[in-house]
């Protein structure tokens, strides 16, 4: 399913007005839906932490920095992008900001094209973010359904254990293991054993493993 720009947001954050009011004429051009904040606690404040978009965010908000607001927002796994675009900035700064995650850090002027392509590319990013959080938390609560008995049936399945081992590794009949089985993909909602590997893939095998093989008595 391709995606829909629409979905996200643009926040400018910035305390001079006359740069809010600029930015947002050329990100306007684009259709975006936009907020505009003069201080990085009104952002923070006004954002759904689990909604994509893309912030367009001054180093120094008189408030707090930038790089705080970026902080936060990392903690909170917001799946916002950062776009620092500010008055002053040294190579350091923009190197932790990288480093901490921000799509790109630009000192003014800016030409236009260039926040346009920018925004555009890290709004895309940070949709797509979104969609594969939403996914990951949806299997994670999927195998949380799962009983004991299952979690091991599927982590002898998922490694390539006929029914017949496993129906001697866990000292229950094969018939059993099929009914496990089949209650494990139904409670996954796979459809086969590779879409039950995809889901597996995207939480972390290393995740299931450990919670898949309880101690046993």
Known sequence: MPLDL?????????????????????????????????????????????APGCAVLEADLGDMSGAEVQS???????PVAVVFVTRQGDVSAAVAAIRAGAANYLVKPVREQQLLDIVNGALWRSIADAGHARTRQAIVAHLALLTVRERQVLAQVVNGASYDS???????????????????????????????????????????????LPPTH
């Open 6 to 50: 629409h979905r996200g947001h643009v926040y400018i954050v910035d305390p001079d007005a006359r740069n809010r009011a600029a930015c947002r004429a050329l990100l306007a051009s684009l259709g975006y839906t936009i907020g505009e904040y003069a201080s990085g606690s009104t952002f923070l404040d006004a954002i759904d932490p689990a």
């Open 72 to 78: 936060r927002l990392c903690a909170l796994r917001c």
């Open 166 to 212: 496993v129906s001697k590794e866990l000292g229950i009949t094969k018939r059993t293991v099929e009914a496990h089985r089949r209650r494990i993909m139904e409670k996954m909602g796979a459809r086969s054993l590779p879409q039950l590997m995809d889901q597996l893939a995207e939480v972390g095998w290393t995740q299931l493993r450990a919670s898949a």
